[in-house]
């Protein structure tokens, strides 16, 4: 096994191994989640101020403090996010074994359908059909829907895709969710606002990716960018949250190690 790890870093420093970098930029323009006013608060606009910059406050350097809800931007769902998974023990951001922040890939692309209709679900046998063309799904491992949803993160009114109906944006129904709970993966990642379709309130559960995922103690990846770049199986995926305690969530740095 010493010898895997030393592979491995020969690959990274040759460059076999390329890290993608699937994280949007974190700032005052990340967009973010609208909750309908009469049922929720929304988290609050995203803040940076600064401390002090080489100057009077403090000569030799620079920082900043941060204004930010747990869920902003590309982010981690932890099980005590949702009122199913509030019991686990070791279901929030600073009880979840660090095991489960580096895992294999699987990369359904989506992009094709997403760009036809908004609104589109994943189903069930979606994800059997990747199955018989790619292989099959394990347990402990990512599912992450690629859109290139991403490509919209720039402009919030663009990424949220909502009107007097509501959000529309792509996700997974609920018989998707369930099917991936049966092969016992480590969670379900996005690259829109959240982990479920923008329609999913009016879902039966509501919201069925956040109810199963963490009624099962699975996570939770949100504004992931550049999914585009991996391969159907294949990439290595590092998702760790801060160490928030009791969090919820947690902004991440998502990195892929894939095959060059
Ligand atoms: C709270 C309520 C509904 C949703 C969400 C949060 C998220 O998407 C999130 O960031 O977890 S849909
Ligand atoms: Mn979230």
Not at 192 to 217: Q, R, S, V, Y
Not at 234 to 250: D, H, Q, R, V, W
């Amino acid at each position: 096994m010493p010898a895997t790890l030393t592979q491995l870093a020969t690959a990274l420093s040759s460059g076999q191994i390329r890290v993608v970098d699937c994280t949007a930029t974190l700032g005052p323009k990340t967009p973010l989640l609208k909750l309908p006013p009469e049922i929720a608060d929304d988290t609050p606009p995203i803040e940076i101020h600064q401390i002090s910059k080489y100057g009077d406050r403090g000569p030799f350097w620079a920082w900043n403090w941060l204004k930010l809800g747990e869920h902003s931007g590309t982010h981690f769902d932890a099980p005590h996010h949702w009122i199913t998974g509030r019991d686990y023990p070791d279901g929030a951001t600073d009880t979840i074994d660090a095991q489960n922040f580096v895992a294999p890939a699987n990369v359904i692309d989506c992009s094709a359908q997403a760009a036809e209709n908004p609104d589109f679900l994943l189903t069930a046998e979606g994800v059997k059909a990747w199955e018989a063309e790619h292989g099959e799904i394990g347990a402990g491992e990512w599912v992450l829907m690629r859109t290139d949803w991403c490509k919209r993160n720039h402009d919030e009114a663009l990424y949220l895709n909502a009107d007097e109906t509501g959000p529309h944006t792509p996700g997974p129904s609920a018989d998707c969710v369930r099917y991936l709970m049966e092969k016992k993966v480590l969670g379900w990642g996005t690259e829109c606002i959240g982990t479920d379709a923008g329609a999913a309130g009016g879902f039966e559960p509501p919201f069925p990716a956040h109810n199963l995922l963490h009624a099962n103690n699975r996570y939770g990846l949100a504004s992931l960018v550049n999914l585009s770049e991996l391969p159907p199986k294949g990439a290595i995926l590092i998702a760790a949250p801060l160490k928030i305690e009791a969090g919820t969530g947690s902004p991440i740095r998502a990195l892929a190690l894939v095959p060059a």
